[in-house]
């Protein structure tokens, strides 16, 4: 009984009907229209930014020239001995 609280029905007056379905998808078109304002908000500013970036040069940073370097690869590293004795052999069943 309480399922039928939550159910929504179109009215029988197709006048009516005609309303809520213009509504609906001038509330659609109202969204979208907001999401394309906001993407050309968003790539005008990052637009300028770039031309900001191309007029009076990126800001400095606090890193090293070297680690700028993309063919160098940093990191901690054991070496390990080669074993006199070969490795078992497989068991593959």
């Given amino acids: 009984m309480r399922a039928a609280i939550f159910q929504l ?3 029988r007056n197709p006048l009516l009907r005609l309303l809520i379905a213009v509504a609906g998808i001038a ?3 109202m969204f979208a229209l907001v999401g394309v304002g906001l993407a050309v908000a968003a790539l005008a500013l990052f637009g300028a930014r770039a031309l900001w970036w191309k ?3 990126r800001p400095q940073t606090s890193a090293p020239a070297w680690s700028r370097r993309t063919d160098v ?3 901690d590293y054991t070496v390990i001995e080669k074993s006199a004795e070969p490795l078992p052999p497989r068991n593959t069943v």
Wanted: charged share 25%.
């Fill in 73 to 75: 690869i940093e990191g």
């Fill in 27 to 29: 509330l659609l078109s």
């Fill in 9 to 11: 029905r179109l009215p």
């Fill in 55 to 57: 007029l009076r040069g």
